[in-house]
């Protein structure tokens, strides 16, 4: 792979109209820009992180998070731009000097296609086909329609990964070709399992259904990413890819330790040394001094914080412009996070472990957990019913409850789930409960 070609502002849906724009403001500025703006960017201010939507204590969402990661992302971006430059003068010329907007726009976007209730939505809709009264649609269905292997595997892996590269390009009732419209760099950016559904494995990783293949394809080999199996498809990862993952995986990390301290389910002590054991004896010392002359409790806390932040963001950089070779050749081996220095990579580690402990087996995260398997469940039972039984009176109501842009009406039956998955899983969990309570007969609309 070649930075000459994996840095591209053709626009997805505009490839007739590709031309250079003399505006100080980037094609992958717009691209930020257009995300920022976008609807689906703003529901992640209801959707859950990690933990339950804030009370009185404040805890991150999908839209805090998403924009924390953007910023490491830039950072990451720009450090490791300046160091490829460095190393190699002609890249000055090229797109090179833009990665960070880049990685800063697929930051914003990494996490759209994530239904309601955190990670447990996806595994609420992965198990619904695999486990739940989804199996039946493995099956001929009455009217002689039938899924593919394929389109099978596509519902009993669902990835959000998957589904947000779908958000980003799918056309659609009433959209525009291309979808977001954005540049091919960004949307391949954001592909962090370039393969299809069948080689998900027990991870249930994957980077994109069936019905965006071809587009997946037509970007890939636009850039000259490295086809590593044609069927079913396989391509080696772009190597932006491994820097938006750094992102977030540094800041869901960091972040979940500090929000864990504020909902007091780590003590000042456990975070502070938490967050002290990234750093050795000389820099801990220094940190420790500015501490003693911080007061307040959460600003310590927030000080080692932006602290690890900044050490990891160096650590990945580093890793990244070490290994550039193997990243260019589609050989590089796991996430950055793993090729950075032992004593940051112990303390990671560390976190961890702590955070598989003590946080996300927390009794609050395992109740929204379980909300959000029943209601996601309900939900798809009651729609995927109507889907395939429109006629029904009662598959009126639900259907006619759907906007318009989702093709609920679809002839063919991958369509009409995907249609539905569609829906579900751009509810925030405020609407996805609310639903669920009037579908239920347990809340009626208020009338004036």
């Given at each position: 792979?070649?930075?000459?070609?994996?840095?591209?502002?053709?626009?997805?849906?505009l490839e007739?109209?590709?031309?250079?724009?003399?505006?100080?403001?980037?094609?992958?500025?717009?691209?930020?820009?257009?995300?920022?703006?976008?609807?689906?960017?703003?529901?992640?201010?209801?959707?859950?992180?990690?933990?339950?939507?804030?009370?009185?204590?404040?805890?991150?969402?999908?839209?805090?998070?998403?924009?924390?990661?953007?910023?490491?992302?830039?950072?990451?971006?720009?450090?490791?731009?300046?160091?490829?430059?460095?190393?190699?003068?002609?890249?000055?010329?090229?797109?090179?000097?833009?990665?960070?907007?880049?990685?800063?726009?697929?930051?914003?976007?990494?996490?759209?296609?994530?239904?309601?209730?955190?990670?447990?939505g996806?595994?609420?809709?992965?198990?619904?086909?695999?486990?739940?009264?989804?199996?039946?649609?493995?099956?001929?269905?009455?009217?002689?329609?039938?899924?593919?292997a394929?389109?099978w595997?596509?519902?009993?892996?669902?990835?959000?990964?998957?589904?947000?590269?779908?958000?980003?390009?799918?056309?659609?009732?009433?959209?525009?070709?291309?979808?977001?419209?954005?540049?091919?760099?960004?949307?391949?950016?954001?592909?962090?399992?370039?393969?299809?559904?069948?080689?998900?494995g027990?991870?249930?990783?994957?980077?994109?259904?069936?019905?965006?293949e071809?587009?997946?394809r037509r970007?890939?080999d636009?850039?000259?990413?490295?086809?590593l199996?044609d069927?079913?498809?396989?391509?080696?990862?772009?190597?932006?890819?491994?820097?938006?993952?750094a992102?977030?995986?540094?800041?869901?990390?960091?972040?979940?330790?500090?929000?864990?301290?504020?909902?007091?389910?780590?003590?000042?002590?456990?975070?502070?040394?938490?967050?002290?054991?990234?750093?050795?004896?000389?820099?801990r010392?220094?940190?420790?001094?500015t501490?003693?002359?911080?007061?307040?409790?959460?600003?310590?806390?927030?000080?080692?914080?932006?602290?690890?932040i900044?050490?990891?963001?160096g650590?990945?950089?580093?890793?990244?412009?070490?290994?550039?070779?193997a990243?260019?050749?589609?050989?590089?081996?796991?996430?950055?996070?793993?090729?950075?220095?032992?004593?940051?990579?112990?303390a990671?580690?560390?976190?961890?472990?702590?955070?598989?402990?003590?946080?996300?087996?927390?009794?609050?995260?395992?109740?929204?957990e379980?909300?959000?398997?029943?209601i996601?469940?309900?939900?798809?039972?009651?729609?995927?019913?109507?889907?395939?039984?429109?006629?029904?009176?009662?598959?009126?109501?639900?259907?006619?409850?759907?906007?318009s842009?989702?093709?609920?009406?679809?002839?063919?039956?991958?369509?009409?789930?995907?249609?539905?998955?569609?829906?579900?899983?751009?509810?925030?969990?405020?609407?996805?409960?609310?639903?669920?309570?009037?579908?239920n007969?347990?809340?009626?609309?208020?009338?004036?």
């Open positions: 792979m070649d930075w000459h070609t994996l840095l591209s502002a053709k626009r997805l849906g007739q109209y590709h031309r250079d724009h003399p505006e100080n403001r980037s094609e992958f500025q717009r691209d930020y820009d257009r995300l920022v703006f976008s609807a689906p960017f703003r529901r992640l201010q209801n959707k859950t992180q990690v933990f339950p939507l804030p009370g009185s204590v404040f805890v991150h969402n999908r839209l805090t998070h998403s924009l924390e990661v953007s910023c490491v992302g830039r950072s990451l971006g720009n450090d490791v731009a300046r160091l490829l430059v460095g190393r190699h003068p002609e890249l000055a010329a090229t797109y090179v000097p833009e990665i960070g907007a880049v990685v800063s726009a697929a930051c914003l976007a990494h996490d759209l296609g994530n239904p309601p209730f955190g990670h447990s996806e595994r609420a809709i992965s198990t619904f086909f695999s486990e739940g009264r989804g199996q039946s649609l493995c099956h001929p269905q009455p009217d002689g329609s039938c899924l593919t394929e389109q595997e596509d519902l009993t892996h669902f990835e959000g990964n998957a589904n947000a590269f779908r958000l980003l390009t799918h056309q659609f009732e009433g959209r525009r070709q291309g979808g977001f419209v954005l540049t091919y760099t960004t949307l391949a950016s954001i592909v962090k399992y370039p393969y299809a559904s069948s080689l998900a027990t991870k249930s990783k994957f980077g994109f259904f069936t019905t965006e071809d587009t997946f970007i890939a636009e850039l000259g990413m490295r086809r199996q069927s079913p498809l396989r391509y080696a990862r772009h190597p932006l890819v491994y820097l938006v993952e992102a977030d995986d540094i800041c869901y990390q960091i972040m979940d330790i500090e929000d864990a301290y504020k909902l007091k389910l780590l003590t000042l002590d456990e975070t502070r040394e938490l967050l002290l054991s990234f750093f050795d004896d000389e820099r010392q220094r940190r420790l001094d501490l003693r002359i911080v007061a307040d409790r959460n600003e310590q806390i927030a000080y080692l914080r932006s602290s690890v900044g050490l990891l963001i650590e990945c950089t580093r890793a990244f412009v070490d290994n550039e070779e990243l260019l050749g589609g050989t590089f081996d796991g996430p950055l996070i793993r090729h950075i220095s032992p004593r940051p990579a112990q990671y580690a560390r976190c961890s472990e702590l955070a598989c402990e003590r946080i996300y087996r927390s009794k609050d995260v395992l109740d929204i379980l909300a959000g398997f029943r996601i469940s309900t939900l798809l039972e009651l729609m995927l019913d109507a889907v395939r039984a429109p006629q029904k009176a009662y598959s009126q109501l639900l259907i006619n409850r759907v906007s842009q989702y093709a609920i009406r679809a002839e063919g039956l991958y369509e009409r789930v995907q249609a539905v998955l569609d829906y579900i899983s751009g509810m925030t969990d405020v609407f996805a409960l609310d639903l669920y309570r009037k579908i007969g347990n809340s009626l609309p208020e009338i004036s």
